[in-house]
């Protein structure tokens, strides 16, 4: 029976990447996501699920290390250029200075970069010829159960991560775990911007529903979800709908997806 | 012709009047009290009470509370993460002043995961806040209200999960101080009551998961006074002397159960029932209600130790619902004694 369990992990493993190697000349790795039927979490009565084509993925959030090379080949977004409407104060904190990391520093090279906005992640992804993904592909994509560690339940697993205290350094892209897409990382090490943060609290996209943050407190937190006992995705949901897009928070970074029929976006 | 015209107008004066004063007999409390200055609210951690305000007129208070995620014990080897209002459970005590206009400061620890809220029910207003204080980690939010009406209240974070940002630790007390505040007694003191939801048994060993299908089933592991097992009983008790006046605020954050609130060996002399005006007097337990308060009174008679309990009392007996008043002072033998 435990060779069994053994054999499987192993078979499993294939399509992750055992030890987390980082090469930030090559390209970075994508990987494909199924698309789909997606239900927002906050529905109501009127909404149809969404329907979402398959895309590629960054197969790990954005590094460090990616960063400093987008900030040198675009001054304006060194920390000391950068409009405060875009970024707030904390931008890129965690850096020595305008283009280095830091030689103190040297243990979060290969760390997400976080403390970055919405409007810096924006712009990372259009320089690599890529875009932030929608909260609808970001969720389908984190929603893919973890390949290559023992667990019970997705969300079990994210609320795990509430329950420990943050660590004093950002561990490396890919040290949690990998799912079957192939993707790393998707809960348990950071949050990530997507491209439509707040979608779900405007009425841009929703049509004749209640459409403001309401629907996020009190009472009214229980009325028009999908599933009110995932208390991980009212969490994740929580934190976006407090977020505005100049917010540096040193656990929110980001990862880039790419249309798949075509490198235009 | 302006004959008619002067009564036209002599009519609307009367009626204009009489508008006015309808309207100031309506807000009379909160708006014929001139609010002047500013100050910052002293806050205090459980089991202290901020002092009494002495001022006799509405100030502007600022009220600057920080949210903290942190490990601490919630049993003599039990530790959970707790979210809390100024990094105890319960959050700090807030103490204004009916009239006052309050401006609530709401501070996101960087290090903290989660976005967090408030919602006062001292506040009149949709959401008591909450909406308008959601905030990201790293951040402030800052919203005002007039505390309008005086009582106990209990305020909480009102971010989704509610019920597991309030299960987790976050809530506390606001006190609105009546105009003519209540009689001086010799000794104030806080209290709260609340459950935690873990996934290991009672008093298990090390860092604990919250449970939510215990929660959805509204059956705590845990029930506690200020926020762990023994938070104040043995030298952590409450002290007082023997012919002193204690005056409890005492909240219940919930998130689920309904308190049978009862102090062994003594009297209640007075409660101000649910936090409010209304006083009853000389009875033994008083329910608060989840989300709610109570303000009880009892003059100490005799030394000794005084059990404060949930008379719920299982959850006293076996889920760590126990604090205790330690009086000390001279033995009165005609009120009791032995043989």
């Known amino acids: 029976m435990k060779s069994i369990f053994v054999i499987l992990f192993f078979i499993s493993c294939l399509s992750c990447e055992s030890q987390p190697k980082i090469n930030i000349t090559a390209e970075k790795k994508m990987v494909k996501v199924n698309g789909g039927k997606f239900k927002t979490f906050y529905v109501s009565k009127t909404d149809k699920p969404l329907i979402v084509a398959p895309f590629l993925m960054d197969?790990?959030?954005?590094?460090?290390?990616?960063?400093?090379?987008?900030?040198?080949?675009?001054?304006?977004?060194?920390?000391?250029?950068?409009?405060?409407?875009?970024?707030?104060?904390?931008?890129?904190?965690?850096?020595?200075?305008?283009?280095?990391?830091?030689?103190?520093?040297?243990?979060?090279?290969?760390?997400?970069?976080?403390?970055?906005s919405w409007f810096a992640a924006n712009a990372y992804c259009n320089w690599k010829n890529k875009r932030l993904p929608t909260l609808a592909e970001w969720e389908i994509a984190g929603n893919a159960p973890p390949e290559n560690i023992p667990y019970t339940s997705v969300t079990d697993y994210i609320m795990k991560w509430y329950e420990k205290p943050s660590l004093p350094v950002l561990p490396n892209v890919k040290s949690t775990y990998c799912n079957t897409y192939g993707l790393y990382d998707m809960h348990g090490l950071i949050w990530e911007w997507t491209f439509d943060f707040n979608s779900f609290i405007s009425t841009g996209d929703s049509r004749n529903t209640t459409n403001d943050n309401n629907n996020l407190f009190c009472a009214g937190a229980s009325i028009n979800v999908t599933n009110r006992d995932d208390y991980a995705a009212f969490l994740r949901y929580g934190f976006r709908g407090s977020l505005r897009g100049s917010y540096c928070i040193s656990s929110l970074g980001f990862r880039c997806v790419k249309d798949l029929s075509s490198n235009k976006f | 012709m302006k004959t008619k015209r002067n009564i036209f107008i002599l009519l609307v004066l009367a009626f204009g009047a009489f508008g006015t004063s309808?309207?100031?007999?309506?807000?009379?409390?909160?708006?014929?009290?001139?609010?002047?200055?500013?100050?910052?609210?002293?806050?205090?951690?459980?089991?202290?009470?901020?002092?009494?305000?002495?001022?006799?007129?509405?100030?502007?208070?600022?009220?600057?509370?920080?949210?903290?995620?942190?490990?601490?014990?919630?049993?003599?080897?039990?530790?959970?993460?707790?979210?809390?209002?100024?990094?105890?459970?319960?959050?700090?005590?807030?103490?204004?002043?009916?009239?006052?206009?309050?401006?609530?400061?709401?501070?996101?620890?960087?290090?903290?995961?989660?976005?967090?809220?408030?919602?006062?029910?001292?506040?009149?207003?949709?959401?008591?806040?909450?909406?308008?204080?959601?905030?990201?980690?790293?951040?402030?939010?800052?919203?005002?209200?007039?505390?309008?009406?005086?009582?106990?209240?209990?305020?909480?974070?009102?971010?989704?999960?509610?019920?597991?940002?309030?299960?987790?630790?976050?809530?506390?007390?606001?006190?609105?101080?009546?105009?003519?505040?209540?009689?001086e007694v010799d000794r104030e003191y806080y209290l709260m009551q609340g459950e935690f939801y873990t996934k290991q048994n009672f008093g298990a060993k090390g860092l604990q998961e919250f449970d939510e299908q215990k929660g959805i089933n509204e059956q705590p592991t845990y029930v506690v006074f200020n926020g762990s097992v023994n938070a104040n009983t043995g030298k952590n008790a409450l002290p007082a002397k023997v012919g002193e006046t204690v005056r409890l605020y005492v909240g219940n954050g919930g998130p689920n159960l309904v308190s049978s609130f009862h102090v062994i060996g003594e009297i209640f002399d007075k409660v101000y029932v649910e936090g409010g005006e209304m006083v009853n007097r000389n009875f033994g337990t008083t329910l608060i209600p989840s989300g709610g308060a109570a303000i009880v009174e009892m003059k100490i008679d005799i030394p000794g130790i005084y059990n404060i309990v949930d008379h719920s009392i299982f959850r006293t007996f076996n889920k760590g619902c126990l604090a205790q008043i330690k009086a000390t002072g001279g033995r009165d033998t005609l009120i009791f004694r032995k043989n």
């Not at chain 1, 409009?83 to 290969?110: H, M, T, V």
């Not at chain 2, 202290?48 to 007129?57: A, E, L, Q, S």
């Not at chain 2, 204004?96 to 989660?114: H, M, T």
């Open chain 2, 22 to 183: 309808c309207s100031n007999n309506n807000s009379a409390s909160a708006a014929d009290e001139k609010v002047t200055g500013e100050e910052i609210a002293e806050l205090s951690y459980a089991p202290m009470v901020p002092k009494p305000i002495t001022r006799n007129y509405p100030t502007h208070v600022i009220v600057n509370l920080n949210i903290v995620e942190r490990v601490m014990k919630l049993a003599d080897s039990t530790d959970y993460m707790f979210w809390t209002f100024g990094g105890d459970v319960p959050g700090q005590f807030i103490r204004v002043r009916e009239g006052d206009e309050v401006e609530i400061n709401l501070y996101n620890l960087p290090q903290n995961k989660l976005s967090h809220s408030i919602d006062l029910h001292a506040v009149s207003g949709p959401g008591g806040g909450a909406e308008a204080s959601n905030v990201a980690p790293g951040h402030t939010s800052t919203f005002h209200f007039k505390a309008l009406n005086p009582g106990l209240y209990v305020y909480h974070c009102a971010t989704a999960p509610v019920p597991m940002h309030i299960a987790n630790g976050m809530y506390g007390l606001i006190y609105v101080q009546p105009k003519e505040e209540l009689p």
């Open chain 1, 59 to 116: 197969e790990c959030a954005v590094t460090n290390a990616e960063f400093l090379e987008f900030v040198k080949a675009n001054p304006a977004w060194s920390r000391s250029k950068v409009k405060r409407i875009f970024a707030d104060s904390n931008y890129l904190k965690q850096w020595k200075s305008d283009f280095e990391i830091g030689e103190s520093n040297k243990n979060i090279y290969n760390s997400p970069v976080v403390n970055v």
